[in-house]
Nanobody, 116 residues
Framework: QVQLVESGGGLVQPGGSLRLSCAASGFTFNSYALSWYRQAPGKEREPVAYTTSHGRYKNYADSVKGRFTISRDNVLNTVYLQMNSLKPEDTALYYC?????????WGQGTQVTVSS
């Protein structure tokens, strides 16, 4: 079965960095686009970053452009989100996502808290 397991979240000061990881299994990883989403308290889940199956095309939410970088390792079946220059408004639960045919799959999420 499809599994997505996020890790790497934590508490960081404004201006700091974190790298999130999402380990995937149960599907042909290098055949599918992957995305990162986030959900802050009281807000809807929103897309953050997207990468195509071989990583040649990437897209970002305007709010994170120039600060976040999505990448993937198709040997380790892992997608990453490097987050730099973090701001308090980046505080959220971050999820990994894959869409296979007409079904969405999500991990359990990893919490990122940006606070001094």
């Amino acid at each position: 079965q499809v599994q997505l397991v996020e890790s790497g979240g934590g508490l960081v000061q404004p201006g700091g960095s974190l790298r999130l990881s999402c380990a995937a299994s149960g599907f042909t990883f290098n055949s599918y686009a992957l995305s990162w989403y986030r959900q802050a308290p009281g807000k809807e889940r929103e897309p953050v970053a997207y990468t195509t199956s071989h990583g040649r095309y990437k897209n970002y939410a305007d709010s994170v452009k120039g600060r976040f970088t999505i990448s993937r390792d198709n040997v380790l079946n892992t997608v990453y989100l490097q987050m730099n220059s973090l701001k308090p408004e980046d505080t959220a639960l971050y999820y990994c996502n894959v869409r296979i045919v007409d079904r969405e799959y999500w991990g359990q999420g990893t919490q990122v808290t940006v606070s001094s």
